[in-house]
């Protein structure tokens, strides 16, 4: 009857502390869970926050302003525009090269 008494008893205490280990393990993954469930809220609300900024950024406005400002373009006027005419001698000059 000892025998069996000490057998339950350390059956009963590798069981206690694979209960605790378990339920260590469980708060542990929770814990996990819920950081990575607030860090893919706050990744959608910048996704958001950046496709909006996008959105305002490529307005024609925008767009206009920036070339004017940044890179000097002006708009094109007959003044400054050149036209490039269609020479039938240039147009034979590839058939003779060959």
Known sequence: MTRLNLLLLVALVISSVYLVRVSYDSRRLFAQLDRAQGEARTLAIEHERLIAEKQSQATPLRVEKV???RL??????PAVTQYVGYAASAASAPEAAR
Request: charged letters at 35%; proline letters at 0%; a positive charge.
């Open 67 to 69: 070339a004017r400002e």
């Open 72 to 77: 000097a373009m002006r708009n094109a006027t």
